[in-house]
């Protein structure tokens, strides 16, 4: 008896070779078809996790808690040192409180390429900064060509350097105010959350310059007001940082300029 193995025939092993396709194919669809967003909690597959509705909570709070303790230390500041160099200290440490949070959170709550620099936003700015002190003029109805009532240190101090950092870092601010509220609404209309962003930005800003005003750089509180409002949209529109703070800089060097050369020419 011959108890050798049967050698399949060439034909039975080439419908073999024919049937393997047919078999990878049903086998990828079935995966295909395990890991749709249709599939059964059973199935294997990639499960997308969403994301906490309260995740955006934190940087909110935060926020606002820096600022109301910003303006609680700066309003003790003006009770110890009276008078203007009262309110200017003040306002600028209640500024460096809210910019600094502002600084250390927006790594956390930024958009996607919140620190990049374009060209475009570096033209914005200079035109943007360059023009808005002569804008917030006219609101502030002074009528006159700005002028300091002295250069001294004190002067140099509190209506020179105060008035690049409390802008700068009010400045910043607004940047983390944007951003949180971007995130916040991030499933409504992207105009209408812009449009919130902006506005509660814009609020955020002008509330130092509004309470400690009448600082000794003579800035009326129309100017900080609708730099707030211009870098606040300047950050909703193009979502990053420097263009804004650019801004800011040219802005305050502007007006710096215009009252050294009213006392010069005065």
């Known amino acids: ?42 199935s294997p597959g ?62 956390r709550s930024r958009p996607v390429g919140f620190f990049r620099l374009r060209a475009l936003d570096v033209l914005w700015a200079v035109v943007l900064g360059a023009i808005l002190p002569f804008i917030g003029g006219v ?16 002067w140099l101090l509190l209506g020179v350097i105060a008035p690049f950092v409390s802008l700068v870092m009010l400045t910043a601010f607004g940047g983390l105010i944007v951003a949180v509220v971007l995130r916040a609404l991030a499933g409504v209309s992207s105009v209408w959350a812009r449009v919130a962003s902006v506005v509660a930005a814009a609020v955020a800003f002008a509330i130092i310059p509004l309470v400690f005003r009448g600082d000794v750089s003579g800035m009326p509180v129309a100017l900080p007001v609708v730099l707030g409002v211009a870098v606040a949209a300047f950050f909703a529109l193009a979502q990053r940082l420097w263009g804004p703070l650019l801004c800011a800089l040219v802005f305050t060097t502007v007006w710096v300029g215009m009252s050294a050369a009213g006392y010069i020419l005065a």
């Open 1 to 42: 008896m011959n108890t050798a193995p049967v050698e399949p025939s060439r034909r039975s092993r080439r419908e073999a070779r024919e049937a393997q396709p047919d078999e990878v194919t049903r086998d990828r669809s079935s995966r295909r078809d395990a890991s749709s967003p249709g599939a059964s909690e059973d």
């Open 46 to 107: 990639p499960v997308t996790r969403p994301a906490t509705s309260g995740a955006w909570w934190m940087p909110v709070s935060i926020a606002v808690a820096a600022l109301v303790v910003a303006v609680a230390v700066g309003l003790l500041i003006t009770v110890a040192f009276d008078g203007a160099s009262g309110r200017s200290l003040g306002g600028v440490v209640a500024s460096v409180i809210v910019g600094a949070t502002g600084f250390a959170m927006l790594p």
């Open 139 to 154: 609101f502030a109805g002074g009528g006159g060509w700005p002028a300091f009532a002295a250069l001294s240190p004190r």
